[in-house]
């Protein structure tokens, strides 16, 4: 079955510096699109990246450009957000989904990981 697995939360200072990862199975990883989407205490959800097929077109929250890089190893079918100069308002639950077969970042996201929980201290 299909399976999104993220890890590398945790409790940062604020400047700190985080990798997440999401470890997918149970289908072809390198044919979806995929992002990150996170929920702050209390708040929505948020998108904040989505990444093609083979890694080489990204998208980001314009807020996030130039502290956040979401890439992706298909060999190792695994997807990953690098996040730089954190702040605290980026202290959320942080998901990783898939896409729907054949769409792009604008087709809706029919499977999510459980979330692995940022949290940047002032």
């Known amino acids: 079955q299909v399976q999104l697995v993220e890890s590398g939360g945790g409790l940062v200072q604020s400047g700190g510096s985080l990798r997440l990862s999401c470890a997918a199975s149970g289908f072809p990883f390198s044919t979806y699109w995929v992002s990150w989407v996170r929920q702050a205490p209390g708040k929505g959800l948020e998108w904040v990246s989505s990444i093609n097929y083979g890694g080489r077109s990204t998208y980001y929250k314009d807020s996030l450009k130039g502290r956040f890089t979401i890439s992706r190893d298909n060999a190792k079918n695994t997807l990953y957000l690098q996040m730089n100069s954190l702040k605290p308002e980026d202290t959320a639950l942080y998901y990783c989904?898939?896409?729907?077969?054949?769409?792009?970042?604008?087709?809706?996201?029919?499977?999510w990981g459980q979330g692995t929980r940022v949290t940047v201290s002032s």
């Open positions: 989904a898939r896409h729907l077969s054949g769409w792009g970042m604008e087709g809706g996201m029919d499977y």
